[in-house]
Structures are given as structure tokens and as C-alpha cells.
């Protein structure tokens, strides 16, 4: 696989492993199955050298990312608003 291609798929998924520790200090809903997804995700990160893959998985994947991107940011803004909420 060309390295670009690893290159991006590995920024997309330390993307959204960066918002682990967030989603837990939020209370976002964190549950087993999330844990469970974020330890695959650091899993196939471990192995991405030995993986091949198309083109379109990548922009799959890269979609999702995007996908997954904006879900947190409206959940977290609502988690903020709620707190200036209460303050």
C-alpha cells in the first residue's frame, strides 16, 4: 500500500482515539461496546503495516471520521451548554 494511504488512514484513527479521554470526563454515554471499539482501534493501529487495502476503504474510513467528528462535537457542545446551564 502506498504510504500516503497508511498515513491517512493512521491520522484518522489517532483522531478519534484522541477523544477517548474526553468522552469519559463528559459522561458521553462511554460505555463497553465504545471501550470495546477503541481497543480495535488501537489493535489494528498496532498492525496497519501489515494490512492491505483499496482506495475506497480509506475514504470510507475517512467519512466515518468525519461522521464520527461532528457527532462528538454536538454532543460535547450540549454537554457544555448543559453545564452552563446549571452553573
Do not use: H, P, W
Not at 491517512?8 to 460505555?31: H, M, Q, V, W
Not at 468525519?66 to 457544555?80: A, G, N, P, T, W
Request: glycine share 2%.
Amino acid at each position: 500500500m502506498k504510504k500516503e494511504l497508511k498515513f491517512k488512514l493512521k491520522n484518522c484513527l489517532e483522531t478519534i482515539l484522541e477523544f477517548e479521554d474526553a468522552l469519559g470526563r463528559f459522561n458521553c454515554g462511554f460505555d463497553l461496546k465504545l471501550n470495546e471499539e477503541m481497543d480495535y482501534i488501537k489493535d489494528f493501529l498496532s498492525k496497519l503495516d501489515d494490512i492491505e487495502f483499496e482506495d475506497s476503504e480509506l475514504i470510507r474510513v475517512e467519512e466515518s471520521t468525519s461522521r464520527f467528528l461532528l457527532e462528538i462535537k454536538d454532543l460535547v457542545q450540549q454537554k457544555i451548554k448543559a453545564k452552563r446551564n446549571i452553573q
